[in-house]
């Protein structure tokens, strides 16, 4: 069988992820990597022989089946429609909760289905596997209430956001569990040369991703030595199954961040080559689909 031709478009800590999983994937091949022309004078060495490519040039690597979006959430739905309109597959990590997730999926869904390929959107692992693991346990009680409760750890999406604030040179947005699904947000910031701690703070707090936790931002003059990729996930449910109440389950996760992200949307890229064409969120595919393997054979050792 031809291995599935996949590039990777963004080359930063999950775009690292994705390679390592594509590396280890019999049925997989990088055939390349979209970057900005900085970053890919930085990463050669780091990659080897593989080609990269920015945007604008992607014609370069031939016949592509998959593009995986290692990307700002913020730029999917900019980026993706460059590769769907071209009749190639996209999955992402978008990992905004909420409408603008279920308006990205219509979006997408209207531009795929017209190109004839697939978007799998908010491929990570929350959103993403966790989000399997919530309608699993919905499953098992359909009445009552989950509690997600993240962290100790980085968090990816909320550190690119603080990143991109004007006026802050470097930082890590760290996420810390209060319980029953409260988080606290720990920012450090390393500012820039000419701006102020309280009027980057007030950018801060006023940014869709932190208006909903209690929030405390300190100064750093050296953020590289508090990263540690390692992040968590409990995931809590007290509910009835059936007539019967107080049903308890749990799922625990404690992962490196960037390596189990990379490791889904490449588990989602061979599920999108299964898909009619159209826009998909990661529960609205057959679990199997994402396994590699003889169907046959993963029935039976996990049924």
Not at 80 to 103: F, M, R
Request: proline fraction near 4%; hydrophobic fraction near 40%; include cysteine.
């Amino acid at each position: 069988m031809d291995k599935l031709k996949v590039i990777i478009v963004g080359f930063g800590h999950v775009g690292r992820g994705v390679l390592d999983a594509l590396q280890e994937s019999p049925d997989m091949e990088v055939v390349g990597i979209v970057e900005v022309p900085h970053i890919a004078k930085r990463i050669k060495e780091e990659i080897g022989n593989i080609t990269i490519v920015d945007n604008n040039d992607i014609t370069r690597l031939g016949k592509i089946d998959i593009a995986i979006l290692a990307i700002n959430s913020r730029k999917v739905p900019e980026i993706a429609p460059i590769y769907l309109e071209q009749g190639i597959n996209t999955v992402d990590a978008y990992d905004i909760h909420g409408e603008s997730l279920i308006k990205l999926r219509e979006d997408l869904d209207h531009i795929a289905k017209t190109h004839g390929a697939v978007s799998v959107i908010s491929a990570g692992w929350d959103p993403g596997s966790d989000s399997i693991i919530r309608a699993v346990l919905e499953i098992n009680a359909p009445r009552g209430i989950t509690y997600v409760n993240y962290g100790p750890g980085m968090s990816m999406g909320h550190t690119v956001a603080v990143k991109a604030i004007e006026g802050v040179d470097d930082a890590i947005s760290l996420t810390i569990p209060k319980g029953v699904g409260m988080h606290l947000r720990l920012v450090y910031v390393k500012l820039k040369e000419g701006y102020e701690m309280e009027e980057v703070t007030n950018k801060i707090k006023n940014d869709p991703y932190f208006v909903h936790d209690e929030l405390h931002v300190f100064k750093s003059d050296n953020v590289e030595d508090l990263v540690d990729m390692g992040h968590s996930v409990n995931i809590e449910r007290k509910g009835v199954s059936g007539k019967t109440h107080n049903q308890r389950m749990q799922y625990t996760l404690s992962v490196n961040n960037p390596a189990a992200t990379g490791q889904i949307m490449v588990s989602a890229a061979r599920a999108s080559l299964k898909q009619k064409p159209g826009c998909y969120s990661i529960l609205e595919i057959p679990i199997i689909d994402f396994l590699y393997g003889n169907k046959k054979d993963l029935l039976l050792r996990l049924i």
